[in-house]
């Protein structure tokens, strides 16, 4: 099943598609700026979905247990990665990060083991920070890792 988010849309809400268990991509349009907490929380077939250069902020867990989303590009404008976003999206195989990214939240991206980070290095010493330390993972001195 796709779901194409209707143009003038500008929030995806709390919980919008969550569990849907039949869907496989998600098109959503240039007018969205903001997709809330668990929007598409546990959407296990959802494979493909495309985040819009408008998107400035992604909520907890938006995309958290989406088994099979095997890539994502995070826009330029999201500037933090919060709690549990794509945690449990064991099938991530590339993730495209922003070099404006200035922070990752510890949970972010547990149980993503076979991705390969784009755009901003990232060390198995800081996925390990990212995974198991409390707080936020800082990226303000970014021009040290790339």
Same mark, same amino acid.
Do not use: Q, Y
């Given at each position: 099943m796709?779901?194409?988010?209707?143009?003038?849309?500008?929030?995806?809400?709390?919980?919008?598609?969550?569990?849907?268990?039949m869907l496989e991509t998600v098109v959503i349009?240039?007018?969205?700026?903001?997709?809330?907490?668990?929007?598409f929380y546990s959407c296990p077939y959802l494979r493909k979905v495309n985040l819009p250069d408008s998107l400035v902020s992604i909520g907890p867990w938006a995309f958290g247990?989406?088994?099979?989303?095997k890539e994502?590009?995070?826009?330029?404008?999201?500037?933090?990665?919060?709690?549990?976003v794509f945690a449990g999206c064991s099938s991530l195989r590339k993730v495209v990060l922003p070099k404006s990214l200035r922070s990752i939240h510890r949970s972010a991206f547990i149980d993503v083991k076979e991705a390969k980070f784009?755009?901003?290095? !990232?060390?198995?010493?800081? !996925?390990?920070k990212i995974n198991y330390e409390d707080g936020w993972?800082?990226?303000?001195?970014i021009e040290k890792y790339e």
């Open positions: 796709d779901l194409v988010i209707p143009d003038g849309v500008d929030v995806i809400g709390f919980g919008a598609a969550r569990s849907l268990r349009p240039d007018s969205v700026i903001m997709i809330e907490k668990n929007a247990f989406c088994f099979s989303l994502v590009k995070v826009p330029k404008n999201v500037n933090c990665l919060p709690e549990g784009e755009g901003v290095t !990232l060390d198995a010493e800081m !996925l390990e993972w800082d990226l303000k001195p």
